[in-house]
């Protein structure tokens, strides 16, 4: 997958969104991981989004989806015309996912630490129906990590031994309050999922082949991957800045971001 690309897409949406301002910093962020999932990890059929032998995505940092809608478009999915109706009335871009099975958005996501629960009921159902081959992707936010259901949920996908489940955290080091260490220190996330029974490794998040290469690993029970991140990544002026957790792109902003994404190689 072209990650450029994907880039100035996201940016073209939130130029689209107008005032009503796009959670472009964890967008941003969540871009290679999308790639890595999408172009190289996940077993789907785009022609057939709902086949049950499918691998399933759960985006529970809901306001990262506009890295998973460039993503789609990447795909065939979705069109560029569709992405910048960002957040219109009737569009199918909404600011957090709505459950669309043609494009295989499985979770409405956006309440944040929902989504590893219910990544685990869905682990937990394909292992009963005998779907051993199929697995539960679920994308989480380092600030979310602070939520006590996520490590409810991670207790529970060890307590029934769930080999077909892998968590990413984007560990970008961020929230929408502030640093996450100074809001609630998450010190060394591989070693907490080790501690709860998890295989995890920590990898750098925008090196799609590293990623790749830790989530096609089948270790014989849950696997967390620690994605280290930079919120904002690839415009120098959002980068590593909470402002733009959530911000307004104007057209000023806008070109000169492009200008930035452009000159690239």
Known sequence: MNTKEMRIDILRMALAAKSQGAHLGGSLSMVEI???????????DPG??????????????????????????????????????????????NAHPSVNAALGIEFAGGSLGQG??????????????????SRVFVV????????????????SASHYALNNIVTIVDRNGLQYDGPTEDIL???????????FGWNAVTVNGHDV????????????????????????????????????HNGVVTQRIFDQAMAELEAES
């Open 140 to 155: 989480l936010g380092d600030g979310e990590c602070d939520e006590g259901s996520v490590w409810e949920a991670a207790m």
């Open 185 to 195: 220190a998450l010190a060394d996330l591989e070693a907490k999922w080790k501690s």
């Open 34 to 44: 999308m790639a890595a999932l999408y172009g190289s990890v996940m077993k789907l």
């Open 209 to 244: 082949d590293a990623l790749v290469n830790a989530l096609s690993a089948r270790p014989g029970r849950p696997l967390a991957i620690v994605a280290e991140t930079v919120k904002g990544k690839g415009v120098s002026f959002m980068e590593h800045a909470a402002q733009w």
């Open 48 to 93: 057939n989004m709902e086949n049950k032998y499918r691998d399933r995505l759960v985006i529970s940092k809901g306001h990262g989806v506009m890295a998973q809608y460039v993503a789609l478009k990447q795909l065939g999915l979705l069109t560029e015309e569709q992405l910048l109706t960002y957040k219109s009335n009737n569009t199918a871009v």
């Open 116 to 133: 590893l629960s219910l990544g685990v009921g869905l682990a937990l159902a394909l292992r009963c129906k005998g779907n051993a081959a």
